[in-house]
């Protein structure tokens, strides 16, 4: 997986006008808004409306910890997101040093004075896990990881935790594999409180499981505390996996099969991603909005769905010059029809 983060004023004898640039829905150019002083009220109505446009929606992006975790909230007010994701702590070990205390409540303040409600950040968990791997040692390390996740997050005052499930390795069933997955949050919940475990569908390359809404079913039917499990909708692992999204109505028609199968009440999150992958290719390589498979409309879509509303819509995209996270939020911001 990939993350990333990274007015010409015009003056007249009566009026001042202020131009605000912003990406266009077709990603080829920008489109302009003015503003202008003394303009009618009807028309200051209008714009103090467009203001508001996606206000039930939550988008941001991952952001880095770097020079200390409290730091993620600065970063994500810098690049316009009002959600963020972030690692909880190295990738590339399974031991880590304590959380430290003070930067935890340096965190939990910054969240507080700029108004980050918990439910709108989603920690992600470290790429070393497998909860489902037939290997023993593997295993135990993962359990143990992911206890200390947990403690982690309730440490920082979060309420939900995202992670890969987990994959069988091609030397157990994919029920076993569940039965494995289900297994290690059923310990992790057992000892840390409150937090809400967030499985994410995967795009079904090799032994994965989750790529099928049914996969994520048999996880969370072996969960015993199931307010304390939930789904987190990547959208170009889904593409990957053979939803079709980028179709007129493919995003109803994801979401309502997601609903029969799963539930909407268990989605949690989303991963807002597109697809530098075809269809049903299997393949998690995630591309910029409106640069992949999927294309705009789907997106379009997307955040204007009120299924999808008061949950945080995260980008994982590989960026690019000119079209980093802070140009994809507006985006993504300005396809919103409300």
């Known amino acids: ?52 446009r996606g206000k039930n929606k939550y988008i941001g992006a991952h952001v880095s910890i770097s020079g200390g975790i409290w730091k993620a909230v600065g970063d994500c007010l810098a690049i316009g997101g009002r959600s963020f994701a972030l690692f909880l702590g190295s990738q590339r070990s399974w031991q880590r040093p304590p959380l430290n205390t003070a930067a935890a409540e340096k965190f939990q303040k910054a969240c507080v004075e700029n108004g980050f409600n918990p439910v709108h950040i989603l920690p992600h968990g470290s790429y070393l896990m497998n909860c489902g791997s037939p290997k023993q040692d593997v295993f135990e390390k993962s359990q143990a990881l992911l206890v200390d996740e947990l403690g982690r997050c309730s440490a920082l005052g979060l309420s939900l935790f995202n992670l890969h499930p987990g994959a069988s390795l091609g030397s157990i069933t994919t029920e076993q594999c569940q039965e494995k997955i289900a297994q290690a949050i059923n310990q992790a919940h057992q000892q840390t409180p409150a937090i809400v475990t967030v499985l994410e569908n995967m795009c079904g390359q090799g032994s994965t499981v989750g790529g099928q809404f049914g996969e994520l079913r048999g996880i969370i039917d072996r969960v015993r505390d199931q307010s304390r499990v939930g789904v987190c909708l990547d959208t170009c692992h889904a593409f990957a996996a053979g939803y079709d999204l980028s179709v007129k109505g493919g995003v109803k028609s994801v979401l309502d099969e997601f609903d029969q199968v799963v539930g909407l009440s268990y ?72």
Do not use: W
């Open 267 to 338: 989605l949690r999150a989303l991963h807002l991603n597109d697809s530098k992958g075809k269809l049903g290719c299997h393949l998690d390589r995630h591309e910029d909005i409106g640069h992949g498979q999927i294309g705009i409309p789907a997106f379009r879509d997307i955040v204007n769905e009120p299924r999808l509303d008061n949950i945080p819509m995260i980008l994982e995209t590989p960026g690019r010059p000119g079209f980093e996270d802070k140009e994809q939020i507006e985006l993504l911001y300005s396809l919103c029809k409300h």
């Open 1 to 52: 997986m990939v993350v990333s983060s990274r007015r010409n004023v015009i003056m007249g004898p009566k009026k001042k006008v202020t131009r605000k640039r912003k990406p266009e829905e077709d990603n080829k150019g920008s489109e302009v808004e003015e503003e202008i002083e003394g303009e009618e009220p009807k028309e200051k109505e209008r714009k103090g409306k467009d203001k508001k």
